[in-house]
């Protein structure tokens, strides 16, 4: 199942409507990886090249929480964004 959900980032003192759901995110590590190109081939190609190239190659694992996608540009056939991975040394 995947969840997909919109977000902002406030500070703990924030007061927020009641009808909207938080996610209380730990300090950690985050790995971010710039994407841009076709949409959603480039994007799909930078999910799979974290996976067989950078998490092989690299000392870091995933670590619970969330993976983030920031939009920069989207059109209909294009993107530039931000593949956002929560990760922790091995």
Known sequence: ????????????????????????????????FSSCGPFPEALQQRWAATATEWFPSNPWRMRPGPSMLRYLELTDTYASCELWL?????
Do not use: Q
């Open 1 to 32: 199942m995947l969840t997909y959900l919109h977000g902002v980032a406030v500070n703990a003192a924030t007061a927020l409507p009641d009808d909207l759901d938080t996610i209380r995110l730990e300090a950690g590590a985050w790995a971010v």
């Open 86 to 90: 929560p990760v922790e040394k091995c």
